[in-house]
């Protein structure tokens, strides 16, 4: 069953248990990221809260965003996962399309989770610091993410 719901858009597969798994633990790396790199501890529940209502918040704005621009079909929730279906490989202008999607969706996915970061832990950390934070984050959260969903999508079913 897991195989075959990683064939499908992330829409689908967001709306299915190990969709949400797998949501969660990208929840969990940021989390965990956010509070080492702000307060250098591997918990701190006033860093990890402002993340996941971030991330939740950053996936309400993209799965809205998404049904706008793709005219009703929900594709971006923290990574436009498609699969050889959506996107082919050995066209190079169809690559092209696909990577200033994802790049539009980790640019808007921080600037979301760095607004509410941001407002969420101003009392007792510095912007500059919840910024970098925020940005590193999401760096290892899509590389992790995007390299377990691209292996499935592209690897096992072409």
Known sequence: MFLLSASSSFGKYASMPMGWIFMAAIVLIEALVMSYVIRAKRFDT????ATTVSNVASAV???????????GWMLVVW???VSMVEVDTSNSDSLFEFAIYL????????????????LLLRRHDYFKSV????????????????????????????
């Open 46 to 49: 006033g860093v990890m809260l």
């Open 79 to 81: 990574f436009p996962w």
């Open 103 to 118: 790049v539009g969706a980790f640019v808007g996915t921080v600037l979301i989770e760095l607004i509410i970061n941001g």
């Open 61 to 71: 704005a993209g799965s809205v965003i998404s049904k706008v621009i793709n005219d």
């Open 131 to 158: 910024a970098v934070a925020t940005v590193i984050s999401n760096v290892i959260s899509y590389i992790v993410g995007c390299t377990i969903m691209y292996t499935y999508s592209f690897l096992f079913f072409e």
